[in-house]
């Protein structure tokens, strides 16, 4: 069995024994790998702090050529994620494990939305700014990673025929045909919402520019409802809710409660 370097960020652990861990790595090289990670909640352990939850790190480790778990050898912590005075930056940072695990299969490398989810943890990692810009940074980043995986909704045509839907009172999103309809086609259609002009017109502004996320000013009201679009838009994509997702949205909701 030959062992492999790999830069990984680590997207979950689940206890295996006393002492043991089972990890599973986000890596640039391999993709999703799942490896039992020996010791490692032994007090002196190997691995350090290298496994804490979304730390970026370097691992070796023995490639299983069977359905079996991989065998972590070593990991070397390069980054940690560090919780901030935001909970919801943590959040984020679960948020962004979460779609790494759905939105990819086994031993597929995608450098791409590895490094896309890199920079994002790094962002949220000690998060000092204001929530606003977590909840548009966390859209920005689904918007990168569903276009990566080949899941990008349509947001400016429609879907089904692609017509350049006119910018015109609100749209008809279809969430199981990946986007915005136009009239003659949401017609029959099941899973339809009515998105507003607003909402799209952000929506659009994050898939389209890198840095958008910054300064978008959006109302609250706004940014919940892109909140609640992205979250159904993932319930049916992977067939269930994310677990992290309500409490992106509860966020927003327990602020507007607060300020009212
Ligand atoms: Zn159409």
């Known amino acids: 069995m030959a062992a492999d370097n790999a830069q990984a960020i680590v997207i979950r652990t689940v206890p295996f024994s006393e002492t043991s861990a089972v990890v599973t790595l986000f890596t640039r090289e391999f993709g999703k790998l799942r490896a039992l990670a020996k010791g490692a909640w ?43 005075s935001s909970l919801l930056a943590f959040h984020g940072g679960m948020y962004v494990a979460e779609l790494l695990d759905v939105l990819t299969a086994d031993a597929d490398p995608q450098t791409e939305l590895f490094d896309n989810a890199e920079k994002t943890l790094r962002e949220l990692s000690d998060y000092d700014g204001h929530d606003d810009q977590i909840q548009t940074l966390v859209i920005r ?23 350049l839907l006119e910018n015109r009172g609100r749209t008809a999103f279809g969430m199981l045909d990946g986007g915005s309809l136009c009239i003659g086609c949401r017609r029959g259609k099941r899973s339809v919402v009515s998105v507003s002009t607003d909402a799209m017109q952000a929506l659009l502004s994050l898939a389209e520019s890198e840095n958008s996320w910054r300064t978008l000013a959006v109302s609250d009201a706004i940014r919940g409802e892109m909140r609640a679009i992205m979250n159904t838009y993932f319930a049916h994509l992977v067939g269930r809710r994310l677990k992290i997702a309500p409490l992106l949205l509860s966020s927003l909701r327990s602020r507007k409660t607060r300020s009212s």
């Open 42 to 84: 032994r007090q002196k352990s190997a691995f350090d702090a290298a496994l804490d939850l979304l730390s970026s790190c370097q691992v070796l480790v023995f490639r299983k050529s069977s359905d079996g778990l991989d065998l972590l050898a070593e990991a070397r912590l390069e980054s940690r994620f560090r919780v901030g």
């Open 141 to 163: 980043t689904e918007l990168e990673m569903l276009r990566m995986a080949g899941h990008a909704p349509m947001l400016k045509g429609c879907a089904e025929c692609g017509m």
